[in-house]
């Protein structure tokens, strides 16, 4: 019941968290390999959580209580650490020297990860309330994409931090009940943006130009999945649904609940 928060899988083991923000780096074996937490005593007892990327043998983290910081993979070792102006509440995705995230005042924010020095931002209107679900970023052709909690998706350039297009996907009535909104992450192919709601918005957009290409009625916060020409998703009722990529045509459903008492 927390906002997607997932454990970062490496090749011979995994990293995850406690909740007072202890670190842990196990093996395939379950055994702990190094235990840290950079966090004071106050700071504790809010109960940190944590998101994860790795560049190299660099551990980038940013948590809920506006801190981010680096820590080495092999040692567990802190590098560098910073506090954000908000709180942030997105995935972390990185290109080249760079890292990309997204706080709780919908601004998104690129900083360097040598050093956590912010290369510069991009605000977003804000909504009166704080989203219960995590944004999403991806990065296609040249550019970040991310969605916010009032359910605008903005494509930004990714050298120079200015915007390219944004797409409002609701009315003015949701920015003061952006709460409810739940959107899926976002994926895309090579020329469309592909993204749901739990308010019975299926969406496919053009990845250069922001247009909306077509909506189809699919009430789905689970991440789509796409296989050549076609799309995979769950509906929130527990029906799998596959659509075509090109028209958005449902072309089958699975009640996959149906064996179920």
């Known amino acids: 019941k927390q906002i997607n928060l997932q454990p970062l899988f490496l090749n011979d083991g ?27 005593k106050s ?8 998101n994860f990327a790795v560049s190299g043998n660099s551990l980038i983290i940013t948590d809920n209580i506006a801190k981010i910081y680096l820590i ?10 910073k506090f954000n102006d908000y709180p942030l509440n997105s995935e972390i995705k990185i290109d080249k020297d760079n890292f990309f995230v997204v706080d709780y005042k919908n601004t998104l924010r690129c900083f360097k990860i040598n050093d956590g020095s912010e290369c510069w931002n991009v605000p977003t209107e804000n909504s009166l309330t704080i989203s219960g679900s995590k944004y999403s970023i991806i990065i296609s052709n040249d550019l970040v994409i991310f969605n916010n909690s009032i359910g605008d998706i903005t494509a930004v350039n990714i050298s120079t931090g200015l915007i390219n297009w944004q797409l409002p996907t609701q009315n003015s009535n949701i920015i ?5 909104l739940i959107n899926s992450q976002l994926v895309a192919d090579e020329t469309s943006l592909y993204f749901s709601n739990n308010k019975n918005e299926f969406y496919s957009v053009d990845l250069t130009k922001g247009v909306i290409k077509w909506i189809n009625k699919i009430n789905s916060t689970m991440t789509p999945i796409l296989v050549d020409d076609l ?4 509906s929130e009722d527990g029906h799998l649904i596959t659509l075509h990529k090109k028209q958005g045509n449902i072309l089958r459903i699975t009640d996959i609940y149906k064996d179920y008492k």
């Open 72 to 81: 080495e993979i092999t040692s567990g070792d802190l590098v560098w650490s």
């Open 43 to 50: 700071e504790k007892k809010i109960g940190p959580k944590l």
């Open 231 to 234: 799309i995979f998703t769950i």
């Open 176 to 180: 003061n009940e952006s709460y409810s």
């Open 14 to 40: 995994l990293i995850f968290f406690d909740k007072t923000g202890s670190i842990f780096r196990y093996d395939i074996n379950e055994k702990i390999i190094w235990k840290k937490n950079y966090y004071t």
